[in-house]
């Protein structure tokens, strides 16, 4: 696609309960971040993806994240048993050639009540 | 772990008056990226810097990577209403993909 598309683009959810957010990277980037920005903060990096190399998962906060992704397609960030600090904007980018800088998709607003 | 900090946090100006942000980084970069985020808005790429002492500019912005490579600044020469927003440095350690992003000016112009 042209862009970086997330999905859902809001999503409010109950404590505990489990979401899955979306990221399609534009086609052919090999990398892949997912980062977290509460309301007026910067950005927290989670997690990121190069190609076929194992992800660097070390942004994770708790083991409620997850992310997975399959070669150079789609990611989906899953957060378990949802707690109200969860609630941010995730944001997604990726990047064919870093030094042309990365692409950063429009975002997941999470609200957790 | 490496951290990336920016100073000041906020800033307000008058439309016309100049404006700098400051990045610095606990660890030597490899290169160091620019982002710009409007309100209610994404991170959107200015600019990439690589070689120590490097200079760039971009119509009434100038970007400087440090001669250590461990800080960066950001000028802007007076400003407009169309410069708010949220300005970010992203800084990649040696050896690493990852990209680490500063703590974010925002940035607010008066009319």
């Known amino acids: 696609g042209a862009g970086v598309s997330q999905s859902p683009s809001n999503k409010v959810t109950e404590k505990g309960k489990d979401v899955e957010l979306r990221c399609d990277p534009i086609?052919?980037?090999?990398?892949l971040y997912w980062y977290r920005q509460r309301l007026g903060q910067g950005l927290e990096f989670l997690i990121y993806?190069?190609?076929?190399?194992?992800?660097?998962k070390s942004g994770l906060p708790s083991d409620r994240f997850s992310a997975e992704r399959t070669g150079e397609s789609v990611s989906t960030l899953t957060i378990q048993r949802t707690q109200q600090e969860d609630s941010a904007v995730y944001l997604c980018?990726?990047?064919?050639?870093?030094?042309?800088?990365?692409?950063f998709g429009s975002g997941t607003r999470l609200t957790v009540v | 772990g490496q951290q990336v900090m920016q100073i000041p946090q906020y800033q307000h100006v008058q439309e016309g008056e100049d404006f700098t942000t400051y990045c610095n980084s606990s660890?030597?970069?490899?290169?160091i990226q620019w982002y710009k985020q409007r309100p209610g808005g994404h991170p959107v790429f200015l600019i990439q810097l690589v070689k120590s002492g490097e200079v760039k500019k971009q119509k009434r912005l100038t970007f400087q990577f440090g001669e250590a490579k461990k800080n960066s600044s950001l000028h802007i020469t007076a400003t407009q209403t169309t410069d708010v927003g949220t300005y970010f440095c992203a800084g990649r350690a040696s050896g690493t993909y990852k990209y680490i992003f500063g703590t974010g000016t925002r940035l607010k112009v008066l009319a």
């Open positions: 086609s052919g980037h090999t990398a």
């Open positions: 660890t030597t970069l490899s290169n």
């Open positions: 980018a990726s990047s064919k050639d870093s030094s042309r800088g990365y692409t």
């Open positions: 993806f190069q190609g076929n190399s194992a992800p660097d």
